[in-house]
């Protein structure tokens, strides 16, 4: 089975501090992806990899930034957090076309910023 | 941009009856792939069902089917035999093609009564 864990189920952080969220994923996907999840929003898409070192914006990336270095890895980073940006953050990962365009979801982080 | 509509933010079934929950969706691609995710209370999200454009048959995955009206752009998902354990937050989601993102509805809450 696909396995994507996210490295907390639950965070709680200051207002102004830098926050690492991590994703880690152990079929070899090339593609991974941040979501962050709002009541009465959805999944709203904040950045995706296709590949290591590789990075594009999604739809909200405005006071986030993200890291791949390794293959199976891909960090969200709040570099200054806001109260805005508490939420669940999703991570799910994919291969990269023609096998399967199927996302598989990590159980989430709940981060809360006071 | 592709937007996704799920018109009903909340559901509720009796045990053992069917339940039909809507999506629809704007777009000008002609092939693109169409999803319904399961997020049960607390856990991971899951792919429930998927259908691709080009086929003009409906998906079906034992009690789960759809009703893909493309001309309408339409996505129905029909619950059949309904479970308790099929309680969830059911997302509806467009995928332009295998390399895209995923653009996600706002989410219907349904809920299996006793």
């Known amino acids: 089975d696909v396995k994507v864990t996210q490295s907390s189920r639950y965070l709680v952080k200051r207002t102004g501090e830098k926050v690492f969220l991590e994703c880690v994923q152990d079929m070899d996907h090339e593609n991974m992806f941040w979501y962050r999840q709002d009541p009465g929003l959805g999944l709203r898409l904040i950045y995706f990899s296709y590949d290591v070192k590789m990075k594009e914006k999604g739809d909200i990336p405005e006071g986030y930034s993200v890291s791949r270095e390794k293959k199976e890895r891909f960090s969200l980073i709040l570099e200054s957090a806001s109260t805005n940006q508490t939420s669940m953050y999703l991570c799910a990962s994919s291969f990269f076309g023609g096998r399967t365009d199927t996302q598989y979801f990590g159980p989430g982080t709940r981060l809360t910023v006071l | 941009a592709q937007t996704v509509t799920q018109s009903q933010p909340e559901m509720s079934v009796q045990e053992a009856e069917t339940v039909t929950l809507s999506c629809t969706y704007d777009t000008s691609e002609s092939n693109y792939y169409l999803f319904w995710y399961k997020q049960p209370p607390s856990r991971q999200m899951i792919l429930v069902i998927r259908q691709e454009a080009y086929k003009q048959q409906n998906a079906t995955e034992n009690r789960f089917s759809v009703n893909f009206q493309k001309a309408a752009k339409s996505f129905s998902l029909k619950i059949s035999d309904s479970q308790l354990g099929d309680t969830a937050m059911y997302f509806c989601?467009?995928?332009?093609?295998?390399?895209?993102?995923?653009?996600f509805g706002k989410g219907t809450l349904l809920t299996v009564n006793p």
């Open positions: 989601a467009f995928m332009r093609s295998w390399q895209d993102k995923l653009t």
